[in-house]
């Protein structure tokens, strides 16, 4: 046999290394017997072997001729056979386990296995379980986990067709258990051209889940020295990135059959992500009909049926489902919530694709979540008119228009009546597109969120804190029984957080008044008019919004503002009586200074103009005795506004701070 090693190596010192250093490494050596169970003889054949080498390199003669050998290309040691077992000890000494082990195993292998039942037999089982385990460490330590495990299970097998040494192959069974959740990660990470070992990689996955009773571990026991559901919460985390949306589904609904009610909150998830990423509707009613038969203690479904509802253009159902939900935060959130009603379920929705349903697959991108994009795709489009033809819904039961209020049933029936309301129908819908189009500004307001939390069992529903904002606003045409059109892009009106100014007072005395808190409004309440100018100037946008400006703050400082709803939407006059309410509440008040320095007009069509204006701002919050409780002084605050017309009126639509 000839061993892969050098006489330096075999003793373990440098070639550099003098004749005394050799002789302490020697002694060394020969003091560290190895205490694994070798028999005597193998033992005394490692110390010949020892000593050869000794003699060797403190032969100053044997040393050059040796050295002359190496630099010449000679490499290994060549030796008897009844010193192999001993070459492997020392190899194996040397962290040459790998070599060690495939030498052994060879020579245990036919056509010249050892005599049955002889001590060399022994010797070379013990070596070929001793390197075998150290090998597979060595790998492990380099991250090679398929390898190591690979090792592991070769010795196993040695050692089971020899019948020996039943408690060393314990221990490597041992390691290999501990191996598979590192040697599943290794495999589904790598390049996706070998899609062999990927499946092998997906395989284990399934094994061990199984073994476990599912993703909840129903089998474990605390005594067992297996991963734990912690740790195990960790890995799953950590895998599910090299899987496709499609190969977790195919996990999950399989481990779901066999029991996990965890597995089946998952296919939900998963059926969501799918059908939202390739815009495939169909996978959202999938998903529906999983959620809806779930039996999972504890799951709030109502909010994400809310969402799927939603996704598949069931506003009204959707607001019923968020209004059923069991979770009073959310439900507190949705009645406070700065803007319409559809616009908050879109920002719930947008949040919960975003934060919860779309990560945690290789080939889905979580941003951005683009509702619009969604709701204007033809496929998802043609499946939501098949819904509405087979349930006659009607996109628009999700609105109280003007026209539904104005019908009566008492009105006799004219049969040119469809045709008129489609050709109306339509031209808002151009109204709205064109109003709506072209608004991109972001802003932030707390969202409750619902998210999956693997740690917990999937047991509870967390409320996650969300600061995303989008406005969106637009539509979609859509064929329905007796309409044409179906709203898109559906986000209504929010800000960032409020200007207040000083209010505007209706008597001479009330501006006096309002002049010694340090702003006196140019406006006169009965001058204010409705601004439907087809163009307005500069001068009379500015005009607008500093009655929105004057009427807001007359609301917060405890005063009336009855023209608010002159200049603004409905919307944030509600924002703004909701924030005095909270104050009323506190027993505080709010006296505000406010000067426009500046206004540029940013964007302006026929239904739409933005502007960007720089206030001179400060405020100040008192409590009932007049005291002050905090005060806010900004130079030069930054505003956006969007006004929007509807009906020839202008209106302020929406406004950011900090913008």
Not at 115 to 132: H, V
Request: with cysteine; hydrophobic share 40%.
């Amino acid at each position: 046999m000839e061993l892969p090693i050098d006489h330096f190596r075999l003793l373990g010192v440098s070639p550099s290394a003098q004749a005394e250093t050799v002789l302490r490494a020697f002694q060394r050596r020969l003091d560290r017997v190895p205490d694994q169970g070798f028999t005597d003889e193998v033992l005394q054949q490692r110390a010949e072997l020892l000593r050869l080498s000794a003699d060797l390199l403190t032969d100053e003669l044997l040393r050059q001729e040796y050295e002359a050998a190496l630099l010449a290309g000679a490499s290994g040691l060549e030796l008897s056979s009844n010193r192999e077992v001993a070459g492997l000890i020392l190899l194996w000494e040397a962290d040459l386990s790998i070599e060690a082990f495939n030498l052994s195993r060879k020579a245990l292998q036919p056509p010249q296995p050892p005599a049955l039942g002889s001590s060399r037999e022994a010797d070379l089982t013990l070596i070929a379980a001793l390197s075998c385990q150290a090998a597979s460490r060595q790998e492990e330590q380099q991250r090679h986990y398929q390898s190591a495990a690979v090792l592991l299970q070769e010795g196993i097998q040695l050692l089971q067709r020899m019948g020996k040494l039943s408690d060393k192959r314990v221990e490597l069974e041992k390691d290999l258990e501990g191996l598979l959740p590192y040697r599943i990660l290794d495999l589904l990470s790598r390049d996706l051209g070998d899609q062999e070992l990927h499946q092998d990689g997906i395989q284990l996955l399934d094994n061990f889940v199984t073994e476990r009773g599912g993703i909840e571990g129903k089998t474990l026991s605390e005594t067992e020295d297996r991963l734990g559901q912690s740790d195990f919460v960790l890995f799953f985390q950590q895998i599910r990135k090299f899987l496709t949306v499609q190969e977790q589904l195919d996990l999950f609904v399989k481990w779901k059959k066999r029991g996990s009610s965890e597995a089946g909150f998952l296919v939900v998830i998963a059926f969501v992500a799918a059908g939202f990423s390739q815009r495939k509707p169909e996978r959202l009613q999938q998903a529906r009909k999983y959620l809806t038969s779930l039996d999972f203690p504890g799951l709030d479904k109502a909010p994400l049926l809310g969402c799927i509802d939603l996704l598949l253009a069931d506003v009204k159902q959707a607001e019923n489902r968020f209004r059923d939900s069991s979770d009073e935060d959310l439900k507190n959130w949705l009645e406070n919530y700065p803007g319409e009603t559809l616009a908050s379920l879109c920002d719930y929705c947008r949040d919960w694709l975003r934060r919860d349903v779309l990560p945690g697959y290789r080939d889905i991108d979580p941003e951005p979540v683009d509702l619009e994009a969604w709701f204007a795709d033809r496929d998802v489009q043609s499946f939501v008119e098949s819904l509405e033809r087979k349930s006659n819904f009607s996109f628009f039961s999700a609105f109280s228009g003007e026209r539904q209020d104005s019908v009566s049933s008492e009105e006799p029936i004219d049969p040119t009546a469809d045709l008129q309301i489609e050709n109306e129908t339509t031209n808002e819908v151009k109204d709205y597109q064109e109003f709506f189009e072209d608004q991109s500004i972001d802003s932030k307001q707390g969202s409750p969120l619902r998210s999956f939390d693997l740690s917990s069992g999937l047991k509870q529903i967390s409320l996650k804190n969300s600061l995303t904002k989008t406005l969106l606003g637009n539509q979609i045409k859509f064929f329905g029984a007796a309409f044409l059109v179906l709203f898109v892009g559906l986000c209504a009106t929010r800000g960032l957080w409020g200007i207040r100014i000083n209010p505007l007072q209706e008597t001479k005395a009330n501006e006096e008044k309002s002049e010694e808190n340090g702003f006196a409004s140019n406006i006169e309440p009965s001058l204010i008019k409705p601004l439907i100018a087809k163009e307005p100037t500069k001068d009379e946008v500015g005009e607008l919004l500093e009655t929105w400006l004057a009427g807001k703050a007359s609301i917060l400082s405890g005063s009336e503002a009855s023209d608010l709803l002159i200049v603004a939407r409905e919307s944030l006059v509600k924002r703004v009586q909701l924030e005095r309410k909270n104050d009323i509440r506190k027993k505080e008040f709010q006296n505000i200074k406010a000067t426009i320095n500046s206004l540029k007009v940013v964007s302006k069509t026929t239904k739409r103009i933005e502007v960007k204006v720089v206030l001179n701002y400060s405020d100040q919050r008192l409590n009932s005795s007049g005291e002050i409780i905090s005060e806010t002084s900004i130079p030069a605050l930054k505003v956006t506004y969007v006004l929007g017309r509807e009906k020839n009126l202008w209106q302020l639509v929406d406004y950011i701070s900090g913008a």
